[in-house]
């Protein structure tokens, strides 16, 4: 089972002017230590959950360049990107620039976008649920193609005519496509067509086995090799060091149902000391399970 760190709460010590040495501390110890993946989130504003827009929120590939910069093996991406946020076109040429500076590490985590309230604050279109799944296909088919010899493309939302990305990713075809969610009439069919890994929330068996299902049968409708996708959790509400061992045997249950990686979110209070315990006690012991 392989770890990952989700900097999804900025509410850190010190304030903005230390926020950028903190998360430099956090993606250097995590990157040291063990942690296969680091993101942030995609948002202009905070969460209403984690405080809302008083709270702090970095613009997510500003930051990675910058924690690229701090790093030399951790794999960097958003969990995840909003559809809504970018132009298809302008964010191919920004996820293959990340992952051109940073040694083909970047990861393309995209989802449909869900915070209306961030869209009106800064006067950015958001569409019904409907259109922003087809713009979410759409996007998918675009950054497919850019990184696979580009040229055109005609779709009902985005009209691309010279689709050309020089230079190309590090890796062939493309950083791995990961789609955020759990809706099963819509994300985990993009899945199934699409991606290269989902992003299920939570770590309840029961319920990713559920999921996981609805993605098996998606998988035969379009001929797709279930065992080809990487499947992940993200267990943000759980605090892995209040209790380890339950923990743990929690991720030991979702292993079993061939979940591979499985993300966390550092205690604000304190975040390079939680990735430094994280990557002494938890990574060693994830690397047995699974």
């Not at 550092?266 to 012991?285: A, K």
């Given at each position: 089972?392989?770890?990952?760190?989700?900097?999804?709460?900025?509410?850190?010590?010190?304030?903005?002017?230390?926020?950028?040495?903190?998360?430099?501390?956090?993606?250097?110890?995590?990157?040291?230590?063990?942690?296969t993946?680091?993101?942030?989130?995609?948002?202009?504003?905070?969460?209403?959950?984690?405080?809302?827009?008083?709270?702090?929120?970095?613009?997510?590939?500003?930051?990675?360049?910058?924690?690229?910069?701090?790093?030399?093996?951790?794999?960097?991406?958003?969990?995840?990107?909003?559809?809504?946020?970018?132009?298809?076109?302008?964010?191919?040429?920004?996820?293959?620039?990340?992952?051109?500076?940073?040694?083909?590490?970047?990861?393309?985590?995209?989802?449909?976008?869900?915070?209306?309230?961030?869209?009106?604050?800064?006067?950015?279109?958001?569409?019904?649920?409907r259109?922003?799944?087809?713009?979410?296909?759409?996007?998918?088919?675009?950054?497919?193609?850019?990184?696979?010899?580009?040229?055109?493309?005609?779709?009902?939302?985005?009209?691309?005519?010279?689709?050309?990305?020089?230079?190309?990713?590090?890796?062939?075809?493309?950083?791995?496509?990961m789609?955020?969610?759990?809706?099963?009439?819509?994300?985990?069919?993009?899945?199934?067509?699409?991606?290269?890994?989902?992003?299920?929330?939570?770590?309840?068996?029961?319920?990713?086995?559920?999921?996981?299902?609805?993605?098996?049968?998606?998988?035969?409708?379009?001929g797709?090799?279930?065992?080809?996708?990487?499947?992940?959790?993200?267990?943000?509400?759980?605090r892995?060091?209040?209790?380890?061992?339950?923990?743990?045997?929690?991720?030991?249950?979702?292993?079993?149902?061939?979940?591979?990686?499985?993300?966390?979110?550092?205690?604000?209070?304190?975040?390079?000391?939680?990735?430094?315990?994280?990557?002494?006690?938890?990574?060693?012991?994830?690397?047995?399970?699974?």
């Amino acid at each position: 089972m392989k770890l990952g760190v989700h900097c999804s709460n900025l509410s850190w010590p010190g304030g903005a002017e230390a926020l950028g040495p903190t998360l430099a501390a956090v993606a250097r110890t995590a990157d040291a230590g063990g942690v296969t993946t680091l993101t942030l989130m995609d948002h202009y504003f905070q969460m209403e959950i984690l405080g809302g827009p008083p709270e702090p929120m970095l613009e997510g590939y500003t930051s990675l360049g910058f924690v690229a910069g701090q790093t030399s093996r951790l794999e960097l991406g958003l969990l995840v990107t909003g559809v809504t946020y970018r132009h298809p076109g302008l964010l191919a040429k920004i996820v293959t620039t990340l992952d051109v500076l940073s040694g083909g590490r970047a990861m393309f985590g995209i989802g449909a976008a869900w915070y209306e309230r961030e869209h009106r604050g800064l006067g950015v279109p958001y569409p019904p649920t409907r259109e922003r799944f087809e713009r979410l296909e759409e996007t998918l088919q675009i950054v497919k193609q850019a990184w696979n010899g580009g040229g055109s493309f005609e779709g009902r939302h985005y009209r691309l005519e010279e689709l050309t990305l020089v230079p190309q990713p590090v890796r062939p075809g493309g950083p791995r496509v990961m789609i955020g969610g759990s809706g099963e009439r819509k994300t985990l069919r993009l899945v199934a067509r699409y991606g290269d890994a989902c992003n299920l929330f939570g770590v309840a068996p029961e319920e990713v086995q559920h999921k996981l299902d609805v993605l098996r049968r998606h998988c035969d409708e379009v001929g797709r090799d279930y065992d080809e996708i990487a499947k992940t959790v993200i267990a943000s509400r759980t605090r892995p060091l209040d209790d380890l061992d339950g923990w743990l045997a929690s991720i030991e249950k979702v292993a079993a149902l061939g979940v591979e990686q499985v993300w966390a979110v550092p205690d604000p209070s304190d975040p390079v000391g939680w990735t430094e315990q994280m990557t002494e006690h938890v990574v060693p012991r994830l690397a047995e399970i699974g």
